[in-house]
């Protein structure tokens, strides 16, 4: 380390130029000399700690593992190993010397493609080195790309390129003219993705209040700027640029479809809560109204039933526990949970089905279609048979269903209802035809026997004795009715 120290400390105090004279050689080749002489003065203080790092080749493998060495030994020719050889003998004596074993490979080596050589390259023989492969990328670009960037394309020209693809600098429009012109050339090429690139270049490069008022002007800008906010979810833009327009109602329900972020269900509780104050319309306030109390339903319901079921103290939470959380579901499914583990609690407790059905009023329809399905997934087909039956005013009962009786027989078959409870809802279908294909259907035969008897059809009659069983009480019953004369 001494005499590397002082070989660099006599290079660098020593010159090796002499003063200008008119009799010095001014040739290519004492200048390629000199220029030899110290590159190989450079050649004994080069610190080679650095040969210890782990070097990586452009296929990604290491520089000096096996695959490596394997691939590049391989590429190499007979008479280029022989002349290396060669020159490992003519090395010097003191890089030769070096106790330590080297990386074979060097980065510059690398880029050329070959393998590093013991003692340094001269610069003449690097100069000759004519036969050896470049391996480095060409990283230039030719002059006609450069003509997307630097010539200067008019407004309407820009937008004409953008259109077909092609990569235009927006920023040397700098002028709020230039800017204007550019979205109007925009908006009349009716391309969306052009309209919305120039939009975010106008949002980037102009202030707010310059922005919003010439968007008020442009109709169709507008729009496309308030569905991009909405869509990148950028709120806080999104609301100024309402609250300029005015449009209350719009800032309303923006608010309030932050409660979408809010994962914490107190914490949306009282953000509905805060949202009913709102300017919103008369619908939609009842609308906010309800979520909020349908949410404070939710709280309350979810608590008391989380007890029950830990607690094992209700028999349909042992056979049937809960699959999900109650909460932040919507009404239907809230009503379909009421009517699936409290269907018989009293009017008073806010879990009670028709508790729910009053306070948010809910329709007819609504309701039996959710408690029809909910009862025959419990296979409860005597709540099934008292959902339909009905009283008149001189007590007599009438089975009676608001959504028909082909949805209800629908329902009941997916649910896997027998054949005699399918059969019982199958007779209250009005229209015949519609009577007859369910009944062939579902193979209610009973049903579809009794209505070909009442049309006095003899001939269907005839042919859907093939469709029962041989021996079977239907066939015996279609027997009886065709010897009936």
């Known amino acids: 380390m001494s005499r590397a120290r002082a070989d660099e400390e006599e290079y660098w105090h020593s010159s090796k130029f002499r003063a ?35 070097r990586v080749s452009w296929s990604g493998e290491p520089v000096g593992s096996i695959s490596w060495s394997i691939k590049e030994t391989a590429s190499s020719s007979t008479s280029s ?100 012109v550019l979205l109007d050339e925009a908006v009349a090429g009716h391309d969306g993705n052009v309209i919305t690139a120039v939009l975010i270049f106008l949002k980037r ?31 806080k833009l999104l609301l100024d640029l309402l609250r300029f327009l005015d449009r209350t109602e ?39 109204q309800d979520h909020y109390t349908l949410l404070e339903r939710q709280i309350i319901i979810e608590a008391n039933d989380r007890h029950l079921e830990t607690a ?25 949970y009421s009517c699936f583990y409290h269907y018989s609690e009293a009017e008073g407790t806010f879990s009670s089905p028709t508790n729910l059905k009053k306070t948010f009023k809910i329709p007819d329809k609504q309701y039996m279609l959710t408690a029809l399905a909910a009862r025959a997934k419990l296979r409860a087909w005597d ?57 062939t259907k579902y193979k209610c035969h009973d049903v579809a026997i009794e209505t070909y008897r009442d049309l006095k059809d003899r001939i269907q009659l005839t042919a859907y004795k093939c469709k029962v069983e041989r021996g079977s009480a239907e066939e015996e019953k279609i027997n009886s009715i065709l010897n009936n004369t």
């Open 250 to 288: 719009e800032v309303a329900l923006s608010q309030y479809r932050e409660h979408l972020n809010i994962q914490d269900v107190e914490k949306r509780r009282e953000f509905l809560k805060s949202c009913i104050g709102l300017p919103f319309s008369a619908e939609d306030t009842s609308h906010i």
């Open 205 to 235: 490069t102009l202030r707010r209040e310059i922005l919003f008022r010439e968007l008020e002007v442009r109709q169709v800008a507008l729009c496309h700027l308030i569905h991009f906010l909405k869509e990148t979810g950028e709120q």
């Open 20 to 54: 200008f004279t008119f009799d010095d050689e001014d040739d290519e080749l004492s200048q390629l000399k000199e220029s030899k002489r110290a590159v190989n003065s450079l050649r004994d203080i080069v610190d080679d700690d650095d040969d210890d790092l782990e």
């Open 312 to 336: 094992g103290q209700s028999e349909i939470f042992r056979k049937y526990p809960r699959k999900a959380s109650i909460l932040n579901m919507p009404l239907v499914t809230t009503l379909f």
């Open 383 to 439: 709540d099934v048979d008292a959902l339909f039956t009905t009283k008149n005013w001189l007590g007599y009962t009438k089975k009676k269903a608001p959504i028909g009786f082909h949805r209800v027989v629908e329902i009941l078959q997916r649910n896997n209802a027998p054949v005699q409870v399918l059969q019982e809802y199958v007779r209250l279908v009005e229209d015949v035809e519609t009577r007859l294909n369910l009944a």
């Open 81 to 180: 190993l022989e002349g290396r050889d060669s020159s490992l003998q003519k090395g010097s004596s003191s890089y030769a010397a070096l106790p330590k074993q080297v990386s074979s490979y060097s980065l510059s080596n690398l880029f050329k493609g070959r393998n590093k050589l013991p003692s340094f390259q001269s610069l003449s023989d690097a100069l000759s080195d004519i036969g050896v492969k470049n391996y480095a990328p060409e990283l230039r670009r030719s002059k006609a790309e450069y003509k997307d960037y630097s010539s200067d394309w008019s407004p309407k020209d820009t937008i004409r390129r953008m259109q077909r693809g092609k990569v235009c600098s927006l920023e040397r429009f700098r002028s709020l003219q230039d800017k204007l």
